[in-house]
């Protein structure tokens, strides 16, 4: 998966977002993805394309709503109806 530049740095503020409401420091968070602090840093500046693997465990893990990191819209984390994830 590429994106251009501009999608590129909203997706990483978006991550960097989720992970500033999980409470995570940059260590914590990349130990969950088995990537380094500096490779999330490089993904939540927009500077690398997160991998389809990493977009997967996020959402996996952590329970994130898709629609929000892609689309900016709805809440942070999903909830039990899918269907409230587009409010």
Known sequence: MQLKEHDRKVVGARIKEIRNALSLNQMEF???FDIGRADLSRLENGIITPSFFFI??????YHINLYFLFH???ELFVKENPQENLK
């Open 30 to 32: 990349a130990k969950s």
């Open 56 to 61: 997967l465990k996020m959402s996996e893990i």
């Open 72 to 74: 900016g819209q709805g």
